[in-house]
Nanobody, 118 residues
Framework: QVQLVESGGGLVQPGGSLRLSCAAS????????MGWYRQAPGKQRELVAA???????NYADSVKGRFTISRDNAKNTVYLQMNSLKPDDTAVYYC????????????WGQGTQITVSS
């Protein structure tokens, strides 16, 4: 059974930093493209960052230069380092796993809330 378990969410002040982790089990982690999505109230879920099995990354324009996605295949874990957080970053963040040729994620985590507020 596949599980993606996120951790690291919470409340942070504007300009602060957080690091999200997502531990995967039940999949051959190293061959999956891993991603972080987010969904704010009243908005559609959007891709924040993704990292392919070979390490290539891509980011939403709104987070470029502030967020960094990385993966540790030995630990079956993907990370999202978030710096210079803004109130607009407030959302539920979801970890995802996608097979290389799939157009959408095959698996999702349960989500973790990030609230950026003073």
């Amino acid at each position: 059974q596949v599980q993606l378990v996120e951790s690291g969410g919470g409340l942070v002040q504007p300009g602060g930093s957080l690091r999200l982790s997502c531990a995967a089990s039940g999949i051959i982690f190293s061959i999956y493209a891993m991603g972080w999505y987010r969904q704010a109230p009243g908005k559609q879920r959007e891709l924040v960052a993704a990292i392919l099995s070979g390490g290539n990354t891509n980011y939403a324009d709104s987070v470029k230069g502030r967020f960094t996605i990385s993966r540790d295949n030995a630990k079956n874990t993907v990370y999202l380092q978030m710096n210079s957080l803004k109130p607009d970053d407030t959302a539920v963040y979801y970890c995802s796993a996608r097979r290389v040729l799939a157009s959408m994620p095959d698996y999702w985590g349960q989500g973790t809330q990030i609230t950026v507020s003073s």
